[in-house]
C-alpha cells in the first residue's frame, strides 16, 4: 500500500467522521452521551489530520511507513473504524435525505451502542497516538493486538444477534431509568426485612409482595434488583426480571415474557447460548419463533447450567389477564422451580386472583414509609419554590405534613409536592398543606388539583398539556419522545412535517403538573403511574371528548405526507430506512385503523381515500355491495369524501350495486347534506335503479322528509311507476 492509499483511507474515515458529527451535532433528543460522543470524534479527526500530514510527509522506505501500511491495510484499525462508521451512518440516513421534515433528526441509538462507539474511537486514537510518535516497533505491537480481538468481536455481534432475535425488550433499560430517580437511602427498610433475607437465602423460595397503588412497588422491586446485581459475584448465580406495563399487554404474552427470561441469563455468558443457539437454527430459516414449551425447555437447561437464579417481575397485575397469560407465566415460572433453584419474587396490586395465586407463598405488603416519604421531600427541595428553600422550618413542616397524609402511598407524595410547585408564599404553602387529602379519595383530589393547575395555566400551555395527556393516554403502546414530538408537530392540512414546529421534551413535561415522566434510557414518555392512566381514561369524555378524533386525524394526515406517496418500500433494507428516517411512521401506520374506529362516523376516512387515490386507486373502480366507491360514501353519508371522490373524477351516475346510483344510496339513508352535493354536482334526480326504483321512492320508504323535500325540488317525478313498492306514496 503506497502513502497515497494511506492517506485516501484516512480522508475517508474523515469525511465519514464529519458526517456522523453533524448528526450529532443536529440531533434532537438526544442524552449526555450525545456529547461526549460528539468530543471524542473531534479529538479523533484531530488526531488523523496530523497523521496525514506526517505520511505525506514521510520517506515511504522507512520501517515506520510499513507499520502505518499495516493501520490502513484491509480488515486493519483504519478499515475497522470505516465500516462501523458506514453502519452508524446507515442507521442515521446521513446525505440520504430529500425533504424539509428530514432536518428534523432524532436519536437513534441505544447505549451499548454508543458505549462500543466510544471504545472503538479510543482505541483508534491511541493507536494513531503511537503513530505520531514514530516508534513503528511499538505500533507494529499494539495493531497486532488490536487486530487479534477481531475473531472475539465477529463472536461478540453473533452473540448480540442471537439476544436481539430472541428478544427485542430491553428490561435492563428500563431497570436503569428507575433506579436512577431512586432517592438515596430509601428502600432500606425493604432489604433489611427478614423475608427478603429469607428469599435471598432460600432454596426455590417465593416472595410475593403486594401493595395499594402508589406505594411503590415498582421502586422496591428495581431496589432488589438493583442490591442483587450489585452483591452477587459468584458467575453460576444469574438474575432475569421482566416490568409488567399496562401500555405494553399486547407485547407480554407468555412467550415474549420468557424469551426476555431467557436473552438476559445468557446475556453477555457466551457459553450458555448453546440452547438459544439451537433455537435459532430450528426457526430462522423457516421464518418462525420459538413456542411457550421451546422456549421453556431451552430456559430448563441454561438453568440447569447454574446454581442459582433469581427471578423477579413487577407489576403482575398489569400483566394481560384475558387469555391465560398470568396465570400461565406463573406455571412456566413454578414449574422451572421444581427443577432448579429459581427464587422468584412478584409485586402486584392486591387482585383476588393473583392473591390466590401465592396464597402458600411468603409475603411482604410494600408500603411507603414515613422515613422514605421524608427522605423523597427532603431530595425535591430543590425544586420547590425559594420561600421553602431558604427556611429550614417551611421545609419540615411540608415534610411532617406530606407524610401525614399519604398513608403508604408513595405516589401520592409525590402528586402533594408537586401542588407546591405554583406557590409562592409561606401562606400558601401553608394553606396547600392544610388542605391535603387523605384516605380512599385522597388520589383522585390530588388528579384533580393537578387538572386544575393544568387548566389554570395559559391557553398555550393548557392546550398542549391537554394534547401530550391523550396521547400518552390513548397510546397504544409506549411513545417514545422523538414520536411524540413528532406527533404534536403534525398540522392537519399541511403534506410535510415542519421542523420548526417541533416541540422540545422538557416544554412538554413541564406543562403537564408532574402528571407526565420522560425514561431516560429509554427515551419513552409516559404517566407517572398506572392510576393516572385510569384516573384520565374516566373523565376524558368531559375533559378532551375530541382526543380519539384528533390523533386519528393526526395518523392520517402523516401517512398522506408527500415524503410517502411513492408507495411501499420494495426491500426490507428500505423500510428500515424509512422508518428510521420518519420516526412516527411505526406508529401512525400501525395504529391509525384503532383510534379511527371509534370516531368513524366523525372521520369518514377522507385522509384514506385521500391516500389510496395519491397511491393509484382507481376511483370509478366497480365491485362489491355498493358498486363503488362514490355509492358507499353516499350511502354512508360521509360528504367529504364524496366531494373527495368527485373531484377525483367519480362518474356521478354510474350505476350498479344494491343502491343502484349514489343519489339512490344517499336518499335510503337520509343523507341530506350527501343528497344536496350530488345534486349540485349533476346527479340524474329522475334516474331509476336500486331496489325501490329511484331515489325518491328511496327515501320515501325510509320516511326522510327533508330528503323527500329536496328531491322534489329538483324535479323528481313524483308517480313514477317502478321498484318493490311501485311509487313513492
Not at 460528539?38 to 520501517?63: F, G, I, W
Not at 398542549?464 to 419522545?481: D, E, H, M
Not at 381515500?609 to 395519491?614: D, F, H, N, R, T
Not at 377525483?648 to 350495486?657: F, L, S, V, W
Request: hydrophobic share 40%; proline share 3%.
Amino acid at each position: 500500500m503506497d502513502p497515497l492509499s494511506v492517506t485516501a483511507s484516512i480522508i475517508a474515515v474523515l469525511q465519514l467522521s464529519a458526517k456522523v458529527l453533524e448528526y450529532l451535532n443536529n440531533v434532537k433528543d438526544a442524552p449526555k452521551d450525545r456529547t461526549q460522543c460528539a468530543v471524542e470524534m473531534l479529538n479523533l479527526c484531530s488526531l488523523l489530520y496530523k497523521l496525514r500530514d506526517h505520511v505525506e510527509q514521510s520517506d515511504p522506505t522507512q520501517p515506520w511507513c510499513f507499520a502505518i501500511h499495516d493501520l490502513a491495510a484491509k480488515n486493519g484499525p483504519l478499515d475497522q473504524f470505516k465500516r462501523a462508521l458506514e453502519t452508524l451512518q446507515t442507521k442515521i440516513g446521513a446525505g440520504n435525505r430529500s425533504n424539509k421534515a428530514s432536518e428534523a433528526l432524532m436519536w437513534k441509538f441505544k447505549k451499548e451502542e454508543i458505549s462500543s462507539t466510544l471504545g472503538r474511537i479510543e482505541r483508534l486514537k491511541s493507536l494513531i497516538e503511537l503513530a505520531l510518535q514514530m516508534d513503528h516497533f511499538k505500533l507494529s505491537r499494539a495493531i497486532k493486538d488490536d487486530i487479534t480481538p477481531v475473531r472475539v468481536h465477529v463472536d461478540d455481534t453473533e452473540h448480540r444477534n442471537l439476544l436481539e432475535w430472541i428478544s427485542p425488550t430491553e428490561y435492563p433499560t428500563q431497570q436503569s431509568d428507575i433506579i436512577k430517580i431512586r432517592q438515596e437511602g430509601t428502600g432500606k427498610w425493604f432489604l433489611d426485612a427478614p423475608e427478603v433475607a429469607e428469599w435471598r437465602s432460600d432454596t426455590k423460595a417465593t416472595l410475593f409482595c403486594p401493595g395499594i397503588p402508589g406505594a411503590g412497588k415498582t421502586m422496591v422491586a428495581a431496589i432488589a434488583i438493583d442490591s442483587l446485581l450489585k452483591s452477587i459475584e459468584d458467575t453460576s448465580v444469574r438474575v432475569a426480571y421482566v416490568y409488567c406495563n399496562y401500555k405494553d399487554q399486547k407485547e407480554q404474552d407468555v412467550t415474549s415474557i420468557l424469551a426476555a427470561i431467557l436473552k438476559q441469563l445468557v446475556q453477555g455468558r457466551p457459553p450458555l447460548t448453546e440452547p438459544l443457539t439451537r433455537l435459532h437454527k430450528q426457526h430462522t430459516d423457516k421464518g418462525t419463533r420459538p413456542s411457550a414449551d421451546e422456549l421453556s425447555i431451552a430456559l430448563q437447561s441454561v438453568i440447569l447450567d447454574l446454581s442459582t437464579v433469581y427471578i423477579v417481575i413487577d407489576a403482575l397485575d398489569e400483566c394481560r389477564n384475558n387469555d391465560g397469560t398470568r396465570r400461565g407465566l406463573l406455571a412456566r415460572i413454578r414449574d422451572l422451580q421444581s427443577k432448579a433453584d429459581v427464587r422468584f419474587l412478584a409485586t402486584s396490586r392486591f387482585l383476588p386472583d393473583i392473591v390466590d395465586e401465592f396464597k402458600d407463598s411468603r409475603r411482604l405488603e410494600v408500603r411507603a414509609s414515613d422515613e422514605d416519604v421524608r427522605r423523597f421531600v427532603a431530595g425535591q427541595v430543590h425544586r420547590l419554590p425559594n420561600c421553602i428553600q431558604r427556611k429550614h422550618e417551611l421545609q419540615m413542616l411540608v415534610q411532617d405534613k406530606i407524610a401525614e397524609s399519604v398513608n403508604g402511598m408513595f405516589l401520592l407524595a409525590r402528586l402533594h409536592t408537586d401542588s407546591l410547585l405554583d406557590k409562592r408564599t409561606p401562606k400558601e404553602i401553608k394553606a396547600t398543606l392544610t388542605r391535603l387529602s387523605k384516605g380512599s379519595a385522597a388520589l383522585d383530589d390530588a388528579y384533580e388539583d393537578a387538572i386544575r393547575r393544568i387548566e389554570g395555566q395559559l391557553a398555550g400551555d393548557f392546550d398542549r398539556a391537554k394534547n401530550v395527556l391523550s396521547w400518552i393516554t390513548y397510546a397504544q403502546r409506549p411513545l417514545t419522545t422523538a414520536e411524540i414530538c413528532c406527533a404534536l408537530a403534525v398540522e392537519i392540512g399541511e403534506e410535510e412535517l415542519d421542523p420548526e414546529n417541533l416541540p422540545d421534551v422538557e416544554d412538554l413535561v413541564s406543562v403537564c403538573a408532574g402528571l407526565v415522566v420522560v425514561d431516560e434510557e429509554s427515551r419513552v414518555v409516559r404517566l407517572v403511574h398506572y392510576t393516572t392512566q385510569e384516573y384520565l381514561e374516566r373523565i376524558r369524555e368531559t375533559w378532551n371528548p375530541r382526543a380519539q378524533l384528533e390523533i386519528a386525524s393526526t395518523c392520517l394526515t402523516y401517512l398522506s405526507f408527500n415524503d410517502f406517496k411513492y408507495g411501499s418500500c420494495s426491500t426490507d433494507a428500505e423500510l428500515e430506512e424509512q422508518l428510521q428516517q420518519n420516526v412516527f411512521l411505526d406508529y401512525a401506520a400501525r395504529y391509525w385503523g384503532l383510534h379511527a374506529l371509534p370516531v368513524e362516523d366523525d372521520v369518514g376516512h377522507q385522509t384514506v381515500v385521500q391516500i389510496l387515490l395519491g397511491k393509484g386507486a382507481e376511483v370509478n373502480t366497480q365491485g362489491g355491495d355498493y358498486g363503488n366507491a362514490l355509492q358507499a360514501a353516499s350511502s354512508e353519508g360521509h360528504e367529504a369524501v364524496v366531494k373527495v371522490l368527485l373531484e377525483k373524477g367519480a362518474e356521478i351516475n354510474t350505476q350498479g350495486g344494491r343502491c343502484g346510483n349514489a343519489l339512490y344510496a344517499a336518499s335510503r339513508r337520509g343523507h341530506e347534506a350527501v343528497v344536496k352535493v350530488l345534486l349540485e354536482k349533476g346527479a340524474k334526480v329522475k334516474a331509476q335503479g336500486g331496489y325501490y326504483g329511484n331515489a325518491l321512492q328511496a327515501a320515501s320508504q325510509g320516511g326522510h322528509e327533508a330528503v323527500v323535500k329536496v328531491l322534489l325540488g329538483k324535479g323528481a317525478e313524483i308517480n313514477t311507476q317502478g321498484g318493490e313498492f311501485g311509487n313513492a306514496l
